[in-house]
């Protein structure tokens, strides 16, 4: 992988990655290689299996304030002159909601810090995250509708899923802004704070102590609660069945019991980095 430009990537000892988007003179938008650059974090990060969660935070006023408009104005061609050329709106999309569902599916939790305005791809981008903790002047944004267009890479899909209907309704059809307060009343953020580093100092502490635990338990949980979103509660405790089966670890369970007992952390296995089988050959 390639030193990114538009992020920082760090890690600490108690195995937690720190993605940190690093443009705030542009207000960290999403540009082309924003994207590209994602996408490669994020695959690095799932196939070596080191990291046991993420913490995504950002620099500056504003967490991201969404798409670039320089994309919209050439950088990525959207053509809408004929049906192939609409047709390949589709697979163009299809690819960059991919970037953002890699963030769902990471084989560890992602946690997101939000500061300032998250706007239009940014709030499809921290909806894909496990958990959510933002300042008070934190406000989020459905730009889209505000420049002519459909949300289009996984707001509309997610949001439902984490705050009343109504209030994604409302939020999609006028583009008004959800401040903090509000965010938190309807269980988008998980807590809010007075400073950015109170913020940034509780979700690197909450990542910490992910951490500690079993990465493959965790691994096993979020496959769990993700599947039951979608899923009837029948069918998920089929799935919960299955997945317990495969991942039971007695040596876990007892060595997780001592370390509490001793107040000392957990002595654990690191998930298997991942092999492409197109690079065995």
Not at 211 to 229: C, F, L, N
Request: charged share 20%.
């Amino acid at each position: 992988m390639n030193t990114p430009t538009c992020f920082s990537l760090n890690s600490t000892d108690d195995h937690v990655a720190h993605l940190v988007l690093n443009r705030p003179d542009a207000m960290n938008t999403m540009h082309p290689t924003f994207w590209r650059e994602l996408d490669e974090v994020l695959t690095t990060l799932h196939n070596e299996g080191t990291a046991r969660a993420l913490v995504i935070s950002s620099t500056g006023k504003h967490f991201s304030a969404g798409m670039s408009l320089d994309t919209f104005a050439g950088a990525i061609a959207m053509d809408d002159q004929s049906p192939e050329g609409r047709a390949a709106i589709f697979d163009l999309l299809t690819d960059m909601q991919a970037t953002f569902t890699k963030i769902e599916a990471l084989r560890c939790p992602v946690i997101c810090a939000i500061q300032g305005g998250c706007i239009g791809g940014a709030v499809d981008m921290v909806t894909a995250a496990c958990i959510r903790y933002a300042t008070t002047d934190a406000f989020f944004c459905i730009q889209e509708i505000n420049i002519g267009m459909v949300a289009d890479v996984g707001t509309l899909q997610r949001l439902p899923k984490l705050i009343p209907f109504a209030v994604v309704k409302e939020m999609a059809y006028t583009g008004r802004r959800l401040p903090a307060a509000k965010a938190l009343a309807y269980g988008l953020v998980n807590e809010v704070f007075d400073t950015p580093e109170a913020m940034l100092a509780a979700a690197l502490q909450c990542a910490k102590e992910i951490a500690s635990k079993p990465p493959v338990a965790i691994w096993g949980t979020k496959q769990a609660v993700t599947y039951a979103r979608d899923h009837s509660v029948e069918d998920s405790l089929r799935q919960m069945g299955w997945l317990q089966g495969a991942i039971w670890s007695n040596a876990h369970v007892r060595e997780s019991i001592t370390a509490m007992k001793e107040k000392r952390t957990g002595q654990f296995t690191p998930l298997s980095a991942l092999q492409s089988f197109k690079a065995l050959g």
